[in-house]
């Protein structure tokens, strides 16, 4: 009989009946020969390996996270909430010790979605493992949690959300923004002023393989996650380095997927895009399915799978060790670079220019954040839209000092809604969403 | 008239039906060692006062396959393994006469390596010296293409006295578990075969001439001829029966929860609109998971005759029966006996129920009456905890679409149909306990075989298409078509009815009365770089559980009259 070590809890929603469009990648069929090969190989009948039905979010657990514009129900859908249920579950069953790990095995995705959504981007319209995450904190007061995201693509949705949080280290390993969408992810991307260092960016070269994508999981993010010691751990699955991903340019294989899985050792993976539906999805989801488990997955290998073929080319171990040496020098003076970014400051501000590919929409952002030495500051942000547009969004961090809650609660009685078509207040130290409206809206 | 026969672990129901009602009911004890001279007893005492001719129908539901399995009185098999990469299929071993061989296919049923005919002649070679008659062949994904099963089938098949192929015998994914399904079916086919034919012949001696029908796990029946090569449809078909019995007398409520009450064990089954719910995947057989199909069942071991302890870790009823209660003559107190302290029943030694349970109450510091009440009532709590976590889990078995997420069926049955040995007074109790209205199902001793009696044949067709490989195919049923770009969900779902009714009447089903049903129907569009390239078609088909037709008004008869006091 063949058992798992750990006790593995699985989400599996494959969302058979929702698509982006019919030929979108995000389609019904996504997860239908994932399925198949899950069924065949007889995996929930594993001793130790349970199936759970995802619950559904609230529109709260969605409002603890993001800004909705103009609401919840106008950028997202059931699936949305069903996805992202799917994640809580695992999460709850995890925390609960229902289960030693889980997997959310579950669509659509959500790492491109930040912390205002006007929309999609990059298929993404709610951030699924921010849902998880702050459910969990408030829930089951977990403090320190760390992201890992193996997405091909730049965790950009979830670095945002992220990006003033020192207690939430966001590492996103990912094809060379230059080369991708969504562009960003550079190792300069560090976090905010009250976060400096919390988040780690580890852009790989096109092309790179198993030897480049290991060596840079065990000798760049081990290292820093043993550092930062988190109370969980959450793997961002993206299955999207495969060799065979018609989006992308990696080299990575069902066995570097099993074998990443074995050395990240996360608490809850979550599935987030891949699209070689065929060829790599069943193939990888079957060998991390078995890595979380704990069964052996040598076997797992894909039809033509030939790691001659898809050896990296000699260059790259080169690039990686350079980019290595960046990301720990700014790993290891973190302490001191935020002591330069604070000093003297009151505030810090930045302007961007989001756009939506996925939905076409084109968002301003003024962001600014109070330069706290004792939570990670009240954040305001100015939004609007090439759809005319304008909101004020407000965020009280869940430990909040005195000073930055009063400014929150100022900023939030200030701007009568005039000038903002709408103005939200996130108030995380007592779990509450307020908004005005301007009349007529 | 129909005869339905039911073997339990300790007696043999057999009832004769009529038109009119219930002719005769018989319970014979059951000799496990000699499950043919059971089987033939019962049937001699039922028929003796009926022309043979009359008999129509004769459905027998035998542990005799159970018992082989669990028992380990089978005989070898040899199994030829072919998997590819993944799990390895080494975990899967069934006997030291397994053979893992090269080849492989995919998951759209594309071969990736091909079968090596050297190989396989070898382990036939090895099977052979072996003394193996009967070997099992089962390749990954073979439902999706069963090419490699069938040529390694015509490399062997000269050599062994019966080859069985996976893909014939479930049509669902999973490869272990078709696998243990293969491996038993050849290992039970000597046994099924041997017993079935002889039970026939004497039948026939005595002019009996219907055709042997044997009850399924499914609560459906088959006729022995069509059952020979799949005698693996007919384990564990003795907790069917009960449930098909419960349907007889089913009330109209939209969900009931049926509990079989034996002597060692509580069975539990649903159902809904009065169908049985069945088990997505298949039952488990001793510690095989298999793709056999039958009715969602849970069995417990709390029963009448279940073993009481009472000491200072506390109260605890079964799972062992030790014997039976003490009132008729057993060596430890059981719930039974709580019934003849409390004057329930009076066909037993009360004194003995008593003498059993002065030690409980002394150790509970109560009255022996009182003690009695007690564990009374903690073994109808504990089937009642157990019914609710079934119907818990029932209700969190996942779901793949955004529809059936948001329509979120939950079952909620009120009603509980109580049947089995005890069935009239642990009624009481459970409704005193519970807010189920609680109805004991009429002739509830012999239920069973009624159920067995009345059970309608059933079937089930699953079958895909790939119209960007250009093919619909149910191998299971050893289907196959070509079909082009044009082929449709509904020609699909139409083909599959098609091999349904086929395969039902086969079975023996009544053709003036298939209820077949679409169980599962999807269709994906299957994009390639930014095109349609084909439709990937999924369809289940079957016939739903439940009894033949022309009976209601007899059994409305036998629910009317008033039992008879037993």
């Known amino acids: 009989m063949l058992s798992a070590k750990n006790k593995t809890g699985l989400v599996f929603f494959p969302a058979f009946d929702w698509a982006i469009s019919p030929t979108h990648p995000e389609r019904e069929e996504r997860l239908l020969y994932t399925q198949d090969q899950v069924l065949e190989e007889g995996l929930l009948d594993i001793d130790g390996i349970v199936e759970l039905k995802p619950d559904l979010v609230t529109l709260w657990d969605v409002q603890r996270v993001h800004f909705c514009v103009p609401d919840v129900w106008s950028v997202s859908t059931e699936s949305h909430f069903i996805s992202a249920g799917g994640a809580k579950t695992i999460g709850m069953a995890v925390m609960e010790k229902k289960i030693d790990k889980g997997f959310a095995l579950v669509r659509p995705p959500g790492h491109h979605a930040m912390r205002v959504v006007h929309g999609a981007r990059g298929f993404c319209n709610i951030n699924i493992e921010a849902i998880m995450i702050e459910y969990l904190r408030q829930a089951y007061h977990v403090d320190k949690v760390a992201i890992v995201d193996t997405d091909c693509h730049h965790g950009d949705g979830t670095q945002d959300i992220y990006w003033h949080d020192p207690d939430t280290l966001f590492v996103s390993i990912h094809q060379d923004g230059r080369t991708l969408y969504p562009g960003s992810g550079f190792p300069d991307e560090i976090g905010g002023p009250n976060a400096v260092g919390t988040t780690v960016n580890i852009p790989l070269p096109p092309y790179t393989s198993e030897e480049g994508y290991l060596y840079a999981i065990e000798n760049i993010v081990l290292p820093i996650l043993a550092d930062f010691k988190p109370d969980i751990i959450i793997n961002s699955a993206g299955q999207d380095n495969h060799y065979s991903d018609p989006l992308t340019n990696m080299n990575f294989s069902a066995q570097g997927y099993a074998a990443l899985t074995t050395m990240l050792a996360p608490d809850i993976a979550v599935l987030e895009g891949g699209y070689a539906i065929e060829g790599a999805l069943p193939y990888v989801n079957v060998g991390i399915i078995l890595a979380m488990a704990g069964v052996d997955y040598s076997n797992v290998k894909e039809p033509d799978y030939d790691p001659d073929k898809i050896r990296q080319p000699s260059n790259i171990i080169g690039d990686i060790n350079d980019i290595e040496k960046q990301i720990l020098a700014n790993w290891r003076q973190r302490e001191k670079i935020k002591r330069g970014i604070q000093k003297s400051r009151e505030f810090a501000e930045r302007t961007r220019n989001l756009f939506y590919d996925t939905d076409n929409i084109l968002e301003t952002q003024k962001e600014k954040i109070r330069v706290c030495p004792d939570c990670s500051g009240a954040l305001r942000i100015a939004t609007s839209t090439d759809r005319g547009i304008n909101v004020l969004a407000l965020h009280i961090p869940r430990k909040a000092c005195k000073a930055c809650k009063a400014l929150g609660y100022k900023w939030f009685e200030e701007k009568a809604a005039g000038y903002f078509d709408w103005v939200f207040l996130q108030d995380r130290t007592q779990d509450i969403y307020l908004e005005k409206k301007k009349k007529g809206f | ?566």
């Open chain 2, 1 to 566: 008239m129909i005869i339905g026969l039911d073997v339990g672990g300790t007696h043999t129901d057999v009832v004769l039906l009529g038109r009119e009602g219930l002719v005769d009911e018989i319970k014979v004890p059951t000799d496990p060692s000699n499950l043919f001279d059971t089987v033939l007893k019962g049937l001699n005492i039922i028929l003796k006062e009926t022309d043979p001719s009359k008999v129509k129908r004769i459905v027998l539901s035998t542990t005799l396959t159970t018992n082989a399995i669990v028992q380990k009185k089978i005989p070898e098999v040899g199994m030829i393994v072919s998997s590819g990469p993944g799990i390895d299929p080494e975990f899967y071993r069934t006997s030291s006469h397994y053979y893992s061989v090269s080849g492989s296919i995919d998951h759209r049923g594309r071969e990736i390596d091909p079968i090596n005919s050297d190989e396989i002649r070898g382990v036939a070679e090895r099977l052979k010296k072996s003394k193996i008659r009967h070997v099992g062949v089962v390749c990954k994904f073979s439902v999706r293409n069963p090419q490699q099963e069938l040529k390694i089938y015509e490399i062997i098949k000269d050599t062994f006295e019966k080859v069985f192929l996976g893909h014939r015998i479930s049509g669902s994914l999973n490869f272990p578990r078709r696998i243990a399904t293969t491996f038993l079916n050849a290992a039970v086919y000597p046994i099924h075969k041997e017993f079935f034919e002889a039970v026939g012949r004497s039948l026939k001696e005595k002019g009996l001439k219907a055709p042997i029908r044997i009850l399924k796990a499914d609560g459906g029946n088959m006729k022995f001829e069509a059952s020979i090569d799949f005698p693996v449809q007919t384990i564990l078909s003795g907790p069917a029966a009960s449930v098909m019995g419960a349907i007889a007398f089913a009330t109209d409520e939209p969900e009931i929860l049926v509990l079989d009450i034996g002597g060692t064990t509580t069975d539990m089954a649903v159902l809904v609109n009065g169908v049985p719910l069945l088990n997505p995947l298949g039952i488990k057989v001793g510690p095989y998971q298999t793709l056999i199909r039958s009715l969602e069942t849970h069995s417990v071991g709390i029963g009448g005759d279940s073993a009481v302890i009472v000491d200072s870790r506390g109260i605890k009823i079964g799972p062992d029966r030790n014997g039976p209660a003490m009132a008729h003559g057993g060596p430890v107190p059981t719930p039974m006996d709580t019934l003849f302290i409390l004057g329930e029943i009076t066909n037993g030694n009360r004194e003995k129920s008593i003498k059993g349970f002065e030690a409980i109450a002394k150790q509970l510091g109560t009255s022996v009456e009182d003690a009695a009440k007690k564990i009374f009532d903690r073994t109808c709590r504990m089937i009642l905890l157990e019914a609710r976590q079934m119907i818990n889990r029932i209700n969190r078995k996942p779901v793949y679409t955004v529809y059936e997420m948001l329509e979120g069926y939950q079952v909620k049955p009120q009603t509980i149909l109580v049947l089995g040995g005890p069935a009239p007074y642990f009624a009481k109790g459970l409704e005193a306990l519970s807010n189920f209205k609680v109805h004991v199902v009429p002739r509830w001793y012999v239920a069973n075989a009624i159920g067995a009696g009345l059970a309608r044949t059933t079937s089930e067709v699953v079958l895909f298409a790939d119209t960007e490989n250009g093919i619909v195919a149910a191998p299971e049923e050893d289907f196959s078509q070509k079909v082009d770009s044009q082929f449709l969900k509904q020609d699909a779902v139409a083909l599959a009815l098609d091999l349904l009714k086929q395969k039902a009447l086969k079975g023996g089903a009544n053709p003036d009365y298939l209820e077949m049903e679409v169980v599962e129907d999807l269709e994906f569009n299957m994009v390639r770089g930014f095109y349609t390239t084909g439709k990937n078609i999924r369809v289940k088909v079957q016939v739903k559980p439940g009894l033949i037709h022309g009976y209601d008004s007899m059994i409305h008869g036998l629910a009317s009259k008033n039992f008879r006091s037993r």
